[in-house]
């Protein structure tokens, strides 16, 4: 399963703060917002990331 000495992810916390891009959502066509997402790891790491994100469907957009 996990390495004993592997550091993964144990709570993962998104803002409720969203900043608004002029991107559309490749699934829905709706606005893409730009939100904080706090990770917090097993040997209780914070770690501070940016993620897209769309409101209107409620999915976190991948970028390639």
Not at 20 to 45: F, H, M, N, Q, W
Not at 49 to 57: F, G, N, P
Request: hydrophobic fraction near 35%; glycine fraction near 2%.
């Amino acid at each position: 399963m996990f390495d004993q000495n592997e550091n993964y992810i144990i709570q993962r916390i998104p803002s409720k703060k969203l900043k608004e891009t002029e991107k559309l959502c490749p699934y829905c066509s709706g606005k893409i917002y730009v939100r904080k997402v706090a990770l917090i790891l097993k040997d209780d790491t914070h770690i501070d990331s940016l993620e897209l994100y769309c409101k209107a469907c409620a999915k976190v957009i991948v970028e390639d």
